[in-house]
């Protein structure tokens, strides 16, 4: 069974302060992908990062995958009140009995107040 | 313009009723999926559909049944409810499910909740 834990599962900060994000796994994944889901919608696509060390940057946002494609991280810079919400991570394998299916992470419910 | 859209949003009803969920997508996609989001915001999947055919089926009570009339709707059918099926159940759809850069858009969750 794969697994990814993320870290912290609730973080409240202020407006203008930095924040981590990490999601972290035994599991070696294709592909990490990072959803952000607002109350009452579905999660929404931020991220997909696939290959090892890779990071992407999205406004404020940076995402890295680790060398081994193991864990990842999301960092934010400058958080700001719509960063408010749940943001899960979630592995996919293409090859193996599991391939195709992506695997979600445990969440992180962030909240920035102002 | 709903890319894809669940109905009802919101579901209350006793347990041992049976209830179903309906799903459509108007992004042209062959592949559809149910997930389960409970309490603690865990998603799990349930099911994958690739035009109409199941292709991933986890471990699911079969009083679940989804079907998929065609490859734009997959509806979910839930026999005898228990206390324990209260979640957000989600859809989703996307185009290329064996790749590793697939993007799935999900629809906006179908609250249950059994009494």
């Known amino acids: 069974t794969q697994l990814l834990e993320q870290s912290p599962q609730f973080l409240s900060i202020q407006e203008g302060e930095n924040l981590t994000v990490y999601c972290n796994s035994s599991s070696v994944f294709s592909s990490l992908q990072w959803y952000r889901q607002e109350p009452g919608e579905g999660p929404v696509l931020l991220v997909t990062v696939v290959t090892g060390g890779e990071v992407k940057k999205l406004k404020r946002l940076t995402f890295q995958f680790g060398d081994a494609r193991k864990d990842s991280s999301l960092h934010i810079t400058a958080a700001q009140t719509g960063d408010t919400g749940l943001y899960l991570c979630a592995g996919k394998v293409v090859v193996g009995t599991n391939a195709g299916k992506s695997t979600f992470g445990d969440g992180t419910t962030l909240t920035v107040k102002p | 313009d709903t890319a894809v859209s669940q109905t009802p949003k919101y579901l209350v009803t006793q347990m041992g009723n049976d209830k179903s969920i309906k799903c459509e997508q108007n992004l042209g996609h062959d592949t559809m999926y149910w997930y389960k989001q409970d309490s603690k915001k865990f998603l799990k999947i349930m099911f994958s559909?690739?035009?109409?055919?199941?292709?991933i089926n986890e471990t699911v009570p079969n009083r679940f049944s989804p079907k998929s009339p065609d490859k734009a709707h997959l509806n979910l059918h839930i026999n005898s409810l228990e206390l324990g099926d209260s979640a957000v159940y989600f859809c989703?759809?996307?185009?290329?499910?064996?790749?590793?850069?697939?993007?799935?858009?999900f629809g906006p969750g179908t609250r249950l909740t059994v009494l």
């Open positions: 989703a759809s996307s185009q290329f499910p064996s790749g590793s850069t697939d993007t799935q858009y």
């Open positions: 559909y690739n035009n109409k055919e199941l292709i």
